[in-house]
């Protein structure tokens, strides 16, 4: 419980330096070896915390715990980016988002009654992983869409003139698409193993919302390989694909553990 408090205020923390260093006139990012130290104490206190989600037979893994694990990733996949690719903007919301959910998973705990089979590992870590990726590239293409907007009005504040150029801000973003789309097809592939009956395990809808979301980013992938999409459109699409993603997995979660459990 401590350790999950000090990743809060941690996450905040860095947050709310890397708000400073993108709303000074600075162009020196005095703040960037603070916000590094803070961040690696809270990846490194948060997986310490996870020692909570193990049960006798399984991973207690239900909605809170799973947004939690989700939220983890989505950090240390942004850290690491960050040291050598300019995507570290990400920060000021993904950061106080991850502490968000912590604070939910505190307020909402997991009971023992949501247990995952260990067998199931394989599949909820490349889930997870996709998740998490997914995240950081509708985020990126909410940054890229906020960034085209004020540079097509010419409204260039501090913080806009801070970003990478836009094509830079483009080809990350469907960097990280691309991966994430692999990862998805791997975890789609892998759960189709351990489905035993759709119906009676309540996956029908997630299963039906995980597919036309795969279909829109497969769509998205190869059409950017293959036609060198980009604009406005796709950017578009990309937050669709991911909207049907969250209500597949947490979506669904929430209904089958908190409404209807």
Known sequence: MLLSYFTIIAYFAAA??????????????????????????????QALSFSDFWAGNG?????????????WLITILLFLASISKPVHALGIFLYPLAALVIIFSLIFPDTNAKIIPLNLASHIFLSMSAYALLTLAVCQSVLLKIQEKHLHERQINRFISKLAPLQTMEQLLFQSLRIGFYL??????????????????????????????????ATLVFGRKLFGWRGKQPINAIQVGFGLLLLAYFGSKFVLERLLG
């Open 59 to 71: 991973i207690i893994f239900g909605l809170a715990n799973a947004a939690v694990f989700v939220a």
């Open 184 to 217: 998805l097809t791997l975890s789609l592939i892998s759960g189709f193993v351990f489905i035993d009956d759709l119906f009676a395990q309540h996956l029908v809808h997630k299963t039906t919302l995980s597919l036309l979301a795969w279909i829109i980013f």
């Open 16 to 45: 709310l330096l890397l708000t400073r260093h993108f709303t000074q006139n600075n162009p020196q990012h005095k703040y960037q070896q603070t916000i590094w130290i803070l961040l690696s104490f809270a990846i490194l206190a």
